[in-house]
């Protein structure tokens, strides 16, 4: 009798479990449906606004375009032109920006290949100016050591002389060295010959012996150079500041002819 007395107990509180799980599930129910109806009702609302806006851009597009529409028959009648006119010209006009972007696009290219090539050439022109700077260092010191084997003695006068040039090469060297000028000359026997600011005449001379008689006019003063020798310098004063100038004959051609050169100060 107890037990049959305590299973209809059981069974009610199974049941209020039941039930209150329901309660809460329904009310759960409840909340979602409320939350998820706003959501919806606000998403409707949003969707009604963009389809107002999207008429509104469309009616403001048609009047827009409208209007465009008005100003251009109105220029065309202005213009005395029809659409169609007015359209071919529209063409006419993008196709000469067109054409004219491509003509400016292909002259910047030009250009471009041109300063590229002008820049090649300006490094070739380094490089060349790198090697006329080795070549002119060289040509220096080749000069250096030149000068430096050339004789310096006195004259025949006692003064002494600079650098004698005994060759037509090293007579070059001392032009280059731009101390003095110089004046070759080839005199033949009995010609009185200017050379430079003087005049010169070979009176006599001896090919076995290497020696010569020469007259030198300067200042309307005639020196008598007598028994000289081959690259000995003859000296003699001239000009307003009484400079020394100095003659060496480098070469008796023959009996009746010798060369050499004129060496007078710069001033």
Do not use: C
Not at 88 to 95: G, N, P, S, T, V
Not at 241 to 256: A, P, R
């Amino acid at each position: 009798m107890s037990e049959l007395e305590n299973t209809p107990r059981s069974y009610s509180g199974a049941l209020l479990a039941v039930i209150a799980v329901a309660l809460l599930a329904a009310l759960g129910g409840l909340i979602w449906n409320y939350s998820l109806s706003g959501r919806l009702t606000s998403q409707q609302v949003e969707l009604a606004d963009a389809k107002q806006q999207n008429v509104k851009m469309a009616s403001d597009l048609r009047e827009t375009d409208a209007r465009l529409r008005v100003a251009t028959e109105e220029l065309g009648k202005s213009l005395g032109l029809t659409q169609k006119q007015l359209d071919a010209r529209a063409d006419e006009i993008i196709q000469r920006e067109d054409a004219e972007s491509k003509r400016l696009e292909s002259a910047q290219k030009q250009t471009a290949q041109q300063v590229n090539a002008v820049s090649s050439e300006v490094s070739n022109v380094k490089t060349d100016v790198g090697g006329v700077k080795t070549d002119v260092a060289k040509t220096q010191s080749d000069l250096a050591n030149a000068v430096s084997q050339m004789q310096s003695m006195k004259g025949d006068m006692g003064q002494q002389s600079g650098l004698i040039a005994t060759n037509h090469d090293e007579l070059e060297i001392l032009k280059h060295k731009g101390d003095r000028n110089y004046y070759e000359f080839t005199l033949n026997k009995g010609e009185k010959k200017p050379v430079g600011t003087v005049s010169l005449e070979l009176r006599k001379a001896d090919l076995k012996r290497s020696k010569f008689n020469l007259n030198v006019y300067a200042d309307d003063r005639k020196y008598e150079k007598k028994d000289k020798n081959v690259n000995e310098p003859l000296q003699f004063y001239s000009g307003k500041t009484h400079g020394l100038y100095e003659i060496v004959v480098n070469t008796i051609n023959s009996k009746n002819q010798i060369s050499g050169y004129l060496s007078t100060p710069k001033n």
